[in-house]
């Protein structure tokens, strides 16, 4: 049967056995994946898609991306130092400054209620703070988020939340099925990265890989470096791919019909 995927119809074939949680497509199946996805995975890295929507009716710029820097556990300043010149501006919830402050930086917005920041008198330090009370509807990294897509931001790289309390990283986890969420989580040790169209990423050979579809299931994807390629792979949202490994340095993944996301080293 069928289905329409950005402006192409792709046919795709029923998923083969199942050994070890990992679909076996058929060798038809992946045959007649192959065009269309050579077609989209030229277009990965290329910047083609220069725009994406909030989820609200606004169109927001690829080209500005901003850094949301979060409480809880944070990545190690090497993770964050060489990407530096990504971020055109840099917003710190709640304790996420404290975080800032570690690695040397200035936020140019602070937001959250306060309640976990070390030392609140150094707020005063900061000539954009948002301060909302502490009963309320939004996590402090939602606010940072919100605001961040209002002022036009279409990339938004989230850093920290890490440990603490199990609902907390649960609530992070949901904001990937947003449109206004965040692109990319950088955690301790990995990242996190909501993949919408084909990307490639420079690994170490060896990596461990894990792919996870959204609450809408996956279908249609395509992969290239990867030990266990995901061609031919339909997952509802109980499905995923956990420990596959890179083969080659740079590898591709193409998430079809719907957006995935993708657990990388740092």
């Not at 840099?90 to 200035?106: K, N, P, T, V």
């Not at 904001?175 to 990319?184: F, I, V, Y």
């Amino acid at each position: 049967m069928g289905q329409e995927s950005r402006g192409h119809t792709l046919h795709v074939p029923a998923r083969g056995p199942v050994l070890g949680g990992r679909g076996v497509p058929d060798n038809r199946g992946r045959s007649r994946l192959r065009a269309y996805h050579r077609a989209r995975a030229r277009e990965a890295g290329q910047g083609t898609l220069r725009f994406r929507g909030d989820g609200r009716g606004r169109i927001l710029s690829r080209d500005r991306t901003a850094l949301l820097v979060i409480g809880g556990d944070a990545p190690p300043f090497s993770a964050i130092e060489g990407r530096l010149p990504e971020f055109s501006f840099i917003c710190a919830a709640d304790s996420g400054l404290d975080a800032l402050r570690s690695w040397g930086l200035r936020p140019d917005l602070v937001v959250g209620d306060m309640d976990s920041v070390s030392d609140p008198s150094i707020l005063a330090d900061y000539p954009d703070v948002l301060t909302f009370p502490r009963d309320k509807d939004e996590l402090d990294t939602e606010i940072g988020l919100r605001e961040l897509r209002s002022r036009g931001f279409g990339r938004i790289v989230m850093a920290g939340g890490g440990g603490g309390r199990l609902d907390h990283l649960l609530a992070l986890r949901s904001l990937l099925e947003r449109p206004s969420g965040p692109d990319e989580w950088i955690c301790r040790s990995e990242r996190v990265v909501r993949i919408d169209e084909p990307a490639r990423f420079s690994v170490s050979p060896g990596s461990i890989v894990s792919v996870f579809p959204l609450a809408a299931g996956a279908s249609g994807m395509h992969s290239e470096g990867l030990k266990w390629p995901l061609d031919g792979l339909s997952w509802d949202a109980s499905r995923f791919g956990v420990s596959n490994v890179a083969a080659k340095g740079e590898i591709l993944i193409d998430p079809g019909q719907r957006p995935v996301f993708a657990i990388l080293p740092l």
